[in-house]
């Protein structure tokens, strides 16, 4: 079983739609992150979260400690949003375990 | 402030041969990871230096090492490649702060081998 767990693996929106990508992690950490990579292109970082809530623009993370889960929203998608999204979850040693990423396509 | 800058950002090499890719960090940031991403085993951690020593590795043969200079940029070599090894390597450096840790990645170097 794997320690991150990520889903859906790929996710298809229309524009405009409320947009959720979930993970799950199975280890301790303190801190789990949520990154993009569009294709080709390297990664950029989200957010870093250890507890509760953060908001960027369009986008809203969620940690659940206790639960061991994560969950990502996308506001009102725009096809720009289209990218793999990657949970990674990390312990005090700065190394960094990932999920598979979810593929999400948003349509004009 | 600029941010995590790796060189090269493309490179092909043959079977056989050996590479090394440069990561510098985020001015100021004493960590710096490296991961290694293919289509089939997705994200993968190589190893992580801080102040000029490795602190932790990945599974990875001992074919893959790296070094950390003092002012915190950081090589990676690769010897005797394998058209496995081809990739897109992405390092990340890494700040803490009230227990929390922070990382920024490159834009990665791809690697091909042929």
């Known amino acids: 079983k794997n320690e991150v767990e990520q889903s859906p693996q790929n996710l298809t929106a229309q524009e405009g739609e409320f947009i959720t990508i979930n993970c799950s992690y199975s280890?301790?950490?303190?801190?789990l992150h949520w990154l993009q990579q569009h294709p080709g292109g390297g990664i950029v970082s989200l957010f870093m979260?250890?507890?509760g809530k953060k908001k960027h623009g369009r986008l809203i993370a969620t940690i659940n400690i206790q639960e061991k889960h994560s969950s990502l929203h996308i506001t009102a998608s725009h096809p720009r949003d289209s990218a793999v999204y990657i949970c990674a979850v990390g312990g005090s040693n700065y190394k960094l375990t990932f999920g598979k990423g979810t593929l999400l396509t948003v349509n004009p | 402030k600029a941010g995590v800058t790796q060189t090269p950002r493309y490179l092909i090499k043959t079977r056989g041969q050996q590479v090394t890719l440069s990561c510098s960090p985020i001015?100021?940031?004493?960590?710096v990871s490296w991961y290694q991403q293919t289509p089939g085993q997705g994200l993968q951690f190589l190893f992580e230096?801080?102040?000029?020593?490795?602190?932790n590795k990945g599974n990875f043969p001992g074919r893959f090492s790296g070094r950390q200079f003092s002012n915190s940029r950081s090589e990676m070599n690769v010897s005797t490649l394998e058209l496995g090894d081809s990739a897109l390597y992405l390092c990340a450096s890494s700040f803490s702060f009230g227990g929390y840790t922070e990382a920024f990645f490159g834009q990665g170097t791809r690697l091909t081998v042929v």
């Open positions: 001015s100021g940031h004493r960590s």
């Open positions: 230096y801080f102040s000029e020593t490795q602190r």
């Open positions: 979260l250890s507890s």
């Open positions: 280890v301790g950490i303190s801190a």
